[in-house]
């Protein structure tokens, strides 16, 4: 019998939606002798539990990512390579959600709403996410695309004040 036969008669426990992965200590918050502060604790990378993102969120986060909208690729392009002097992340998945962009540091969440979100329907779910992922701490805002794609700046100037009202972690 092989490891792998074993592996498959054998019950594996599941994990619940409530086992959250945190993300180790960053590199600049050990002491000289390898010891963690405790002074600051590092922002969380992983915002979903690992059951939701194998079975549910992964292969949609990465479908985006490769196919993003003219306008969220517009937008990515200003936000990548810590531009406005923070790393976001894109397509990210947040609870049981997938965010366009993400500030971790800083709990921002920055949404490119097409015309479908003005659709009744899809407004009162926006609604709905909104305030689950203000219940958790985030901020959101929210662009057209036409916002994003004719008025980059305005849309960039609103993004940094609102990372520079919320220091960072």
């Known amino acids: 019998m092989t490891a792998n036969e074993n592996l498959e008669d054998e019950e594996l426990p599941k994990k619940s939606f409530n086992d959250n992965r945190q993300a180790p200590p960053l590199p600049e918050e050990r002491g000289p002798g ?4 405790e002074v600051h604790e590092p922002y969380r990378m992983y915002t979903t539990d690992a059951n939701r993102w194998n079975f549910a969120l ?5 479908t985006n990512r490769k196919q993003p909208t003219e306008a969220e690729n517009h937008l990515w392009q200003q936000l990548r390579s810590n531009k ?14 997938i965010v366009d962009f993400v500030c971790l540091e800083t709990g ?4 490119v709403d097409g015309s479908v979100h003005a659709e009744a329907g899809q407004a009162e779910y926006d609604r709905g996410r909104t305030h ?3 219940q958790a701490g985030y901020r959101i805002l929210r662009f057209t695309n ?9 849309v960039l100037q609103t993004i940094s004040a609102h990372l520079a009202a919320r220091p960072s972690t």
């Open 58 to 62: 992964k292969e949609n986060a990465r």
């Open 108 to 111: 921002l969440v920055v949404e």
């Open 132 to 134: 689950e992922l203000e």
């Open 34 to 37: 390898g010891e963690v502060s």
């Open 84 to 97: 406005l002097g923070v790393r976001f992340r894109r397509q990210h998945a947040i609870l049981k959600f």
């Open 146 to 154: 036409d916002e994003v794609l004719h008025q980059t700046a305005h």
